[in-house]
């Protein structure tokens, strides 16, 4: 089974870090065969941590993580903290495979998103 | 003339500030009639800074301003500092215009786009 775990920073601000679980259960009802579960971890501030979240996919049956890191840029927690993390989770190596999608500010269609949202938003308030 | 300003945070490491412009770069780039130019401003810790933005569109002929955040949560950053900050910008507030877009984390679709991305990324790597 496949699981796709989603990883935020975590905040104190608890509805900061209810956006990103409300986000996961979105991705959950979205999507199709691609992942048979999504959840969430933060690498701080917030439970569950990125090895609990990855303990908790391998308990509900996940053979394959995909970790994406909700961040914008490529900064010491994506490159140095997120791997660190993954690496503390206290599962089977040889059967599990735990690997890291590309970090959502590097996912080129943002730019997109953007240009289509800030037009909406000028055309309906001009 | 309608300029869109991308505000991001601001970060120590001059990389991340960069992929903000690179990105601004690249929204200038794809935007079709919506926008007349796009650039960007930092909260803290990079330039320009958000009055200073601000008050560059309007030198360059923006009499209307889209300020969008470059944030994924609806923390302090983006409901008080973002505000004040726009506040500070030394225009003529008769003759120009300037609002707040949805900050990027509120867009509905960012969910479809990680489903892509992470559906991707998990095909190429399995």
């Given at each position: 089974m496949k699981h796709l775990l989603i ?17 996961a259960?979105?991705i959950r009802l979205k999507t199709d065969n691609q992942f048979d579960d999504v959840s ?14 990855i303990?908790l996919c391998v308990e509900n049956g996940a053979s394959n993580v995909t ?29 599990i495979k ?29």
């Amino acid at each position: 089974m496949k699981h796709l775990l989603i990883v935020a920073h975590g905040s104190r601000r608890q509805a900061s870090n209810d956006e990103v679980r409300q986000l996961a259960d979105k991705i959950r009802l979205k999507t199709d065969n691609q992942f048979d579960d999504v959840s969430c971890a933060f690498l701080e501030l917030a439970e569950p941590s990125i090895p609990e979240g990855i303990e908790l996919c391998v308990e509900n049956g996940a053979s394959n993580v995909t970790v994406m890191p909700y961040f914008l840029s490529a900064g010491r927690h994506v490159v140095t903290d997120i791997p660190e993390e993954i690496e503390k989770a206290n599962i089977d190596r040889e059967k599990i495979k735990v690997s890291i999608a590309p970090y959502l500010g590097s996912i080129e269609s943002i730019a997109d998103l953007m240009i289509e949202k800030a037009s909406q938003f000028v055309n309906s308030n001009t």
